[in-house]
């Protein structure tokens, strides 16, 4: 009873991202409640021969992609918190769960269920991402959110973070003692106008430890439809992940470029190698930029020079994208063991809460006739 009246405090309710410290009075408690909710419809053409060769059926559907509530403030000075369930399914799974210590000269010091700091396209968040489903390299490389810690430390020319981590499931459970040493460094050679003209350059490196032995798939950038590429599980001792990142502003317009590489260090036979990138541009016809957050090196939300839908009479912010990715398992036994896809994107932010979007993908797989994927996402988040 308690919690609920807090949570219905009009104070309480305001929409502040957590970025280290929420603001508010030193040693204040605070506790904020947000959330973000996306529904995806999906239409498919081609693919017939790949579909029966992976013995999977391509249909079209309407999917539920995320719909999360998350809870975060302050616990003391210096001291925040953030605990973020998805629903989505009809079961629950744990995303971020943190505790963020700020110190003093050193940065911050977050322990919990995170996000491992390795590329830009995973850590910027699902709410602020250009196209409907990130690259297929970020879906089958970056380890996304495990337990651990992570020191962060920035300022407005570089944002650096290093991490220890344990393999988690869903759930935030470890069932192995797979761990990794995780860390990523980026420079702003410029970074003007706070970020509407800056060139963001990284690297990242993860070294994994894997008893349970690793493998790598990856969807054609749709959630909905079938994995078109997995190497199954490889037998391992460990995994060295590399990763090269740049991203690229101007005003309206915006560019962003990945490459990614996994060696593995398998216990019999030869050690594969797998890798990919993807590049990607885009244009605000109505003249906005990307927000960007030097804390963590990554971009934030679009706000519309004049609200749609509202007093201002505005048109919202339009934005056109395009992306082209590729993901070369080569070294596996797979049916199909690359994976070229082709996205282009319009985007239609109504408010920096509300968007609508649609994507047209077409995913090539060597001598399989192409498949072509038309996604549409209603989308908001508070």
């Known amino acids: 009873m308690i919690l ?36 995806d419809f999906t239409f498919i053409s081609g693919g017939n021969d790949l579909a029966t060769a992976l013995g999977k059926t391509f249909d079209d559907g309407v999917e539920t992609r995320r719909a999360r509530i998350r809870v975060f403030g302050n616990l003391a000075e210096n001291v925040a918190y953030k605990m973020e369930y998805d629903w989505a399914g009809g079961t629950g799974s744990l995303k971020d769960a943190i505790l963020d210590l700020h110190l003093e000269h050193v940065g911050n010091l977050v322990i919990g269920h995170q ?14 991402s250009t196209f409907i489903e990130r ?24 944002t650096a973070s290093v991490g220890w981590f344990r393999d988690t499931d869903a759930q935030g459970k470890s069932g192995d003692e797979s761990t990794a040493f995780t860390g990523r460094v980026v420079y702003r050679p410029w970074f003007e106008d706070k970020g509407r003209s800056m060139l963001h350059l990284g690297v990242s490196a993860s070294q994994r430890n894997t008893k349970g032995g690793v493998s790598y798939a990856a969807r054609p950038e749709n959630h909905f439809i079938a994995k078109f590429v997995d190497t199954g599980a490889i037998a391992a001792d460990d995994v060295l992940l590399l990763g090269f990142e740049a991203a690229l502003q101007e005003g309206p317009f915006h560019a962003m ?63 056109i994208a395009a992306r082209v990715s590729n993901l070369d398992l080569t070294d596996s036994v797979s049916v199909a063991d690359e994976l070229d896809t082709m996205t282009v994107a319009l985007n239609w932010y109504v408010n920096p809460n509300t968007r609508f979007m649609l994507d047209a993908t077409q995913a090539d797989m060597g001598s399989f006739d192409a498949t072509t994927i038309i996604a549409m996402r209603v989308a908001f988040d508070f």
């Open 257 to 319: 470029l990945e490459f990614m590489q996994a060696d593995v260090n398998a216990t019999t036979g030869t050690d594969p190698s797998f890798s990919g990138w993807s590049a990607q541009a885009g244009w605000f016809l109505t003249g906005e930029s990307r927000s960007y957050k030097t804390k963590h090196g990554i971009f934030d939300r679009v706000k519309p020079n004049h609200n749609a839908l509202s007093k201002e009479e505005g048109a919202g912010a339009w934005e």
């Open 4 to 39: 609920t009246l807090l949570l219905l405090q009009g104070p309480a309710l305001a929409p502040v991202d957590l970025t280290g410290l929420i603001p508010g009075d030193p040693g204040e408690k605070t506790i904020n409640i947000g959330g973000r909710f996306m529904e």
């Open 135 to 158: 690259s297929s390299l970020s879906e089958a490389f970056t380890p996304e959110r495990n337990a651990g810690l992570s020191l962060w430390h920035n300022n407005n020319d570089y």
């Open 115 to 128: 996000n491992e700091p390795m590329g830009l396209d995973l850590l910027t968040s699902s709410r602020f």
